[in-house]
C-alpha cells in the first residue's frame, strides 16, 4: 500500500494506491476515510486494476476548505475527475459506498466521458426527485431527531462529536447484532439531545473490526474533524437545486449494486425490489448483491464476498 499526497482540483488530497492496470477509482462515505476499503485494494490489485482509494475533501489528510458550499456535488465530482487526470489516465471506473455511493451516482451522470462504469454499495439509485431529499425528510421528521436533518445545524454535530470521536465511531461501526448499552435518551425530539446519547453504547468490537482500526479511525477524526463531512449532508439541498438538468437523465454506464441485506439504508428491499427501483433509471444496472445477515459496512463486514462480487463486475467490462 502506497499512501501519498497529489493535487487534484486545486486541492491537495491523500490516496491510498497498489497495483497496475485501468484505473479503478474508491469512494469513501461518512464517517469514512480511505482506510474503509484497506480489504478491497489489495484484492483488486491482485485482479490487475489499478486500484486507488482518496482521503475525500474534508476527512483524513486531505484538505478541508472552509465554506459549507464547497463540498457541493460540483465541488467533489471535480475532485475525482481531477484525480484521474493528475494519475495520468483518461477514465476511470467508480466504487462507491454510503456518501461515496451518492456521490459516485452522480458523477456517472455529470460526468460520463470520465466514469465508465459503477460498483455502488449501500445506496441505490431510482433517479432525480420531484424534491430534495432533506425536504423529504423534514416532512417526515418533523421536530423529532433525525440524524440527516440535525446536520443541517450550523455548527452542532461536529461539536458534539469533535469533543468525543470515540464514542460516535464506536457506537456506528457495528454489526445489526451488536450488543449495545441501553441509549441514554429515547425522547424522540431533536431538543431532547444530540446523538451520541441517542445510540446505545458498544458492548464489543464487532468480529470484523480490530481495535486497532477502530484507533486509526479516531485517529484520523482527530486530526481531521468531522466539520468536513458533515458538510456534504448540508449541500443535499443544494445539489438538488444546482442540477435540474438531471430530470429524467440515465446512468447509462455498467452498473453493479452491492450492500448488506440488514443495511438501514435499504430498509428490508429485495434485490428484486432494487432492481425493479433503479432499473428505469439505470438500464445497464448488471445486477443487485446483498450479502445476508451483513449492515450497512458491507466492504468492511464481508470483505470477501465483496471482492469477488467487485472482481467479477470488472472482469465483465472487458
Given at each position: 500500500m502506497n499512501l501519498r499526497f497529489i493535487q487534484a482540483n486545486g486541492i491537495t488530497l491523500r490516496i491510498a494506491e497498489m497495483g497496475s492496470g485501468p484505473l479503478v477509482l474508491f469512494v469513501h462515505g461518512w464517517p469514512e476515510s480511505w482506510y474503509s476499503w484497506r480489504h478491497q485494494l489489495p484484492a483488486v490489485a491482485a485482479a490487475?486494476?489499478?486500484?486507488?482509494?482518496?482521503?475525500?475533501?474534508?476527512?483524513?489528510?486531505?484538505?478541508?476548505?472552509?465554506?459549507?458550499?464547497?463540498?457541493?456535488?460540483?465541488?467533489?465530482?471535480?475532485?475525482?475527475?481531477?484525480?484521474?487526470?493528475?494519475?495520468?489516465?483518461?477514465?476511470?471506473v467508480l466504487v462507491g459506498?454510503?456518501?461515496?455511493?451518492?456521490?459516485?451516482?452522480?458523477?456517472?451522470?455529470?460526468?460520463?466521458?470520465?466514469?465508465?462504469?459503477?460498483?455502488?454499495?449501500?445506496?441505490?439509485?431510482?433517479g432525480r426527485g420531484s424534491r430534495s431529499i432533506v425536504e423529504s425528510f423534514r416532512q417526515a421528521w418533523g421536530d423529532n431527531f433525525f440524524y440527516v436533518l440535525y446536520f443541517q445545524e450550523p455548527g452542532?454535530?461536529?461539536?458534539?462529536?469533535?469533543?468525543?470521536?470515540?464514542?460516535?465511531?464506536?457506537?456506528?461501526?457495528?454489526?445489526p447484532d451488536?450488543?449495545?448499552?441501553?441509549?441514554?435518551?429515547?425522547?424522540?425530539?431533536?431538543?431532547?439531545?444530540?446523538?451520541?446519547?441517542?445510540?446505545?453504547?458498544?458492548k464489543g468490537l464487532p468480529d470484523w473490526l480490530t481495535s486497532e482500526?477502530?484507533?486509526?479511525?479516531?485517529?484520523?477524526?482527530?486530526?481531521?474533524?468531522?466539520?468536513?463531512?458533515?458538510?456534504?449532508?448540508?449541500?443535499?439541498?443544494?445539489?438538488?437545486?444546482?442540477?435540474?438538468?438531471?430530470?429524467?437523465?440515465?446512468?447509462?454506464?455498467p452498473v453493479l449494486f452491492i450492500a448488506g441485506a440488514r443495511?438501514?439504508?435499504?430498509?428490508?428491499a429485495s434485490?428484486?425490489?432494487?432492481?425493479a427501483m433503479m432499473k428505469p433509471a439505470v438500464p445497464q444496472l448488471r445486477g443487485v448483491t446483498l450479502i445476508p445477515?451483513?449492515?450497512?459496512?458491507?466492504?468492511?463486514?464481508s470483505a470477501a464476498e465483496t471482492n469477488a462480487a467487485i472482481v467479477e463486475f470488472l472482469r465483465g467490462l472487458a
Open positions: 490487475g486494476y489499478r486500484a486507488v482509494a482518496p482521503d475525500m475533501r474534508g476527512f483524513g489528510k486531505s484538505d478541508k476548505p472552509e465554506a459549507v458550499e464547497d463540498y457541493d456535488i460540483h465541488h467533489v465530482g471535480a475532485d475525482l475527475v481531477g484525480l484521474v487526470e493528475a494519475l495520468g489516465e483518461k477514465s476511470a459506498h454510503d456518501w461515496g455511493a451518492i456521490v459516485a451516482w452522480q458523477c456517472m451522470l455529470l460526468h460520463p466521458d470520465r466514469f465508465t462504469a459503477l460498483v455502488a454499495m449501500s445506496v441505490p439509485h431510482g452542532v454535530a461536529e461539536k458534539e462529536f469533535d469533543a468525543d470521536p470515540r464514542a460516535i465511531l464506536s457506537r456506528l461501526y457495528l454489526s451488536s450488543p449495545r448499552e441501553a441509549p441514554l435518551v429515547t425522547d424522540p425530539k431533536r431538543a431532547a439531545g444530540g446523538w451520541i446519547p441517542r445510540l446505545g453504547a458498544a482500526d477502530l484507533d486509526y479511525y479516531v485517529a484520523e477524526f482527530t486530526h481531521a474533524g468531522f466539520r468536513g463531512g458533515i458538510n456534504y449532508y448540508r449541500n443535499f439541498q443544494r445539489n438538488w437545486d444546482t442540477t435540474p438538468q438531471l430530470a429524467g437523465a440515465q446512468v447509462r454506464q443495511d438501514i439504508v435499504i430498509r428490508g434485490a428484486e425490489q432494487l432492481t445477515d451483513v449492515g450497512h459496512w458491507v466492504q468492511q463486514e
